[in-house]
């Protein structure tokens, strides 16, 4: 009967513990909207790059959804902001992407992210001297960032001959 009721107890206990943590985002860590976003564009991201174009599409909406939500209840989040631009211009909206990201490097200007990302936004639009601009700003970095940036705009010179 003890073993029982302890048994209960603790159950009980982790319940609780479990349930205010989860619907909790003032925990120090960043919010809950925000971590889930980030994982369904990683899920996309490696979708796309075997080609699920849309399944990937459909993970880009429903974290742009989280991400929107997530900029409501803790606004000017140069991170939150950067995924923002990022899964508006995967869905095809090169200028709202381009908002949200201004809006990040306007918080944060040296955020490597959002310059890798609006970097890779002014190629896709065809204005490889402000692409270059984001590059100098990531230059000495010493990140991926830099290459990957690097790398699109010299493949979009090659592509051109």
Known sequence: MIKK???TLILYVAFISTSFSAGSSDTGSKNALYDK???LINVAKKMEEKGKLEKAKKRYQKAQKFLIKSNKEKPNKADTLNYLGFTTRKLGDFEGGEKFYLQGL???PKHKG???YLGELYVATNRINLAKERLGVLKGCNCEEYDQLKG???GSKKSKY
């Open 152 to 154: 699109v705009i010299e």
């Open 114 to 116: 959002i310059n890798e």
């Open 5 to 7: 009721f302890i048994l």
């Open 37 to 39: 976003a980030v994982n």
């Open 106 to 108: 306007a918080i944060n």
